[in-house]
Nanobody, 118 residues
Framework: QVQVVESGGGLVQPGGSLRLSCAASGRFTTIYTMGWYRQASGKERELVAIINSAGIANYADSVKGRFTIFRDNAKNTVSLQMNSLKPEDTAVYYC????????????WGQGTQVTVSS
């Protein structure tokens, strides 16, 4: 089993910054993709950013140029630096870890609330 724990959410004013962190632990031999998704109230969960083990990242168009995803393979962590935050970034942010043990499986964190409001 793999545990995924997020931290770093909170309330921030428009134009502000937040950094989310996620750590994976448990039984696995390797981690492929790590990433962040978000789900706003009344909407479907959507991709924010993902990064593979080689460090290649992809971003949703809505966050390009504002958000940066970082990964530390040695520590099995992924972070999301969010700058120039907008009210429409308000959502619960979930960390996704694609880890391999006997097979490849996706594991989700419990979610962390990000609220952008004045």
């Amino acid at each position: 089993q793999v545990q995924v724990v997020e931290s770093g959410g909170g309330l921030v004013q428009p134009g502000g910054s937040l950094r989310l962190s996620c750590a994976a632990s448990g039984r696995f031999t390797t981690i492929y993709t790590m990433g962040w998704y978000r789900q706003a109230s009344g909407k479907e969960r959507e991709l924010v950013a993902i990064i593979n083990s080689a460090g290649i990242a992809n971003y949703a168009d809505s966050v390009k140029g504002r958000f940066t995803i970082f990964r530390d393979n040695a520590k099995n962590t992924v972070s999301l630096q969010m700058n120039s935050l907008k009210p429409e970034d308000t959502a619960v942010y979930y960390c996704l870890v694609d880890a391999f043990y006997i097979g490849s499986n996706n594991y989700w964190g419990q979610g962390t609330q990000v609220t952008v409001s004045s």
